[in-house]
């Protein structure tokens, strides 16, 4: 069965760092692009970043340019977001999801709405 579980949320300072793990299992994540997205409170999903299945070109929101990263192992099936320089409007639901359409692209994509599979997603709180 494919999953994808994402970890490593919680409560965080402004100005701290988390990092989040999405660990896939049922198929081989190498084949596909994945992206990492969020969700606050009554706000709509919003695209961060995401990376080709082969770990090069990758693509980043405005919001987290410059404090977030995405990294992947194959090997170990796992994604990550690594977040630096934290603020209160980065709390939310943070998710990782799956485009088994990546081979249409040319790009990875940060529409959530051409992502197929996702995570339950991990909550990320900022606040003093």
């Known amino acids: 069965q494919l999953q994808l579980v994402e970890s490593g949320g919680g409560l965080v300072q402004p100005g701290g760092s988390l990092r989040l793990s999405c660990v896939a299992s049922g198929f081989a994540l190498g084949y596909y692009d994945i992206g990492w997205f969020r969700q606050a409170p009554g706000k709509e999903r919003e695209g961060l970043l995401c990376?080709?299945?082969?770990?090069?070109?990758?693509n980043y929101a405005d919001s987290v340019k410059g404090r977030f990263t995405i990294s992947r192992d194959n090997a170990k099936n796992t994604v990550y977001l690594q977040m630096n320089s934290l603020k209160p409007e980065d709390t939310a639901v943070y998710y990782c999801?799956?485009?088994?359409?990546?081979?249409?692209?040319?790009?990875?994509?940060?529409?959530?709405?051409?992502?197929?599979?996702w995570g339950k997603g991990t909550l990320v709180t900022v606040s003093s």
């Open positions: 999801a799956l485009d088994r359409e990546s081979y249409l692209r040319s790009s990875c994509t940060l529409d959530y709405r051409d992502m197929e599979y």
């Open positions: 990376m080709r299945s082969s770990g090069g070109r990758t």
